[in-house]
T-cell receptor, first 110, second 115 residues
Framework: GESVGLHLPTLSVQEGDNSIINCAYS??????FIWYKQESGKGPQFIID?????DKRQGQRVTVLLNKTVKHLSLQIAATQPGDSAVYFC?????????FGKGTRLSVIA | DGGITQSPKYLFRKEGQNVTLSCEQN?????MYWYRQDPGQGLRLIYY???????QKGDIAEGYSVSREKKESFPLTVTSAQKNPTAFYLC??????????????FGSGTRLTVV
């Protein structure tokens, strides 16, 4: 597969546990945020988004939390599965185009 | 099925050669983007286009060129001026510039290696 994140921060979790991936953003004017998942050798895929007028948004097994006071975004994955192993990126919209974070590698231990 | 297609999946370039990476979308998206991905560095923007016949440089445009003659197509040429072209290249599109409707749709990438 493609080695797209050899030196990324890594989070290791046990299968079935919940995962929390964090992202700090820099611009208080950013008004839209997205989480992407990238599996080895593939392009990033949209997971969930949130606008700045919200604090929390839930999807299927995923929740995004936005704390504008400290400019922090988190992605929570419930009951983590082996298929969740990937690199996760946050992205923020402050004008055009989107600005991507460096990513976190999630490793699920079976 | 609508989507964004990058080709080839793997590409090898000799020193001094120009190579062109293809990106085609049938999503009727206005905006298209090229990113370079290196280990540990996330996604770095090379070029983007908000509309046909218009494009803007990103953070690392030196050694690259693009064209946007059709809405569906946004090819990237890696020129001999790019001294370290070995990387994973990702093309993306969005309904309109800004990406605030479900963000970007990405292709599956092209792995370019200098030989």
């Amino acid at each position: 597969g493609e080695s797209v994140g050899l030196h990324l921060p890594t989070l290791s979790v046990q299968e079935g546990d919940n995962s929390i991936i964090n992202c700090a953003y820099s611009n208080s004017a950013s008004d839209y945020f997205i989480w992407y998942k990238q599996e080895s050798g593939k392009g990033p895929q949209f997971i969930i988004d949130i606008r700045s007028n919200m604090d929390k948004r839930q999807g299927q097994r995923v929740t995004v939390l936005l704390n504008k006071t400290v400019k922090h975004l988190s992605l929570q994955i419930a009951a983590t599965q082996p298929g969740d192993s990937a690199v996760y990126f946050c992205a923020e919209k402050r004008g055009t185009p989107l600005v991507f974070g460096k990513g976190t590698r999630l490793s699920v231990i079976a | 099925d609508g989507g964004i297609t990058q080709s080839p999946k793997y590409l090898f370039r000799k020193e001094g050669q120009n190579v062109t990476l293809s990106c085609e979308q049938n999503l009727n998206h206005d905006a298209m983007y090229w990113y370079r991905q290196d280990p540990g560095q996330g996604l770095r923007l090379i070029y983007y286009s908000q509309i046909v016949n218009d494009f803007q440089k990103g953070d690392i445009a030196e050694g690259y060129s693009v064209s946007r003659e059709k809405k569906e197509s946004f090819p990237l040429t890696v020129t001999s001026a790019q001294k370290n072209p070995t990387a994973f290249y990702l093309c993306a599109s969005s309904i309109r510039a800004g990406g605030d409707d479900y963000g970007y749709t990405f292709g599956s990438g092209t792995r370019l290696t200098v030989v």
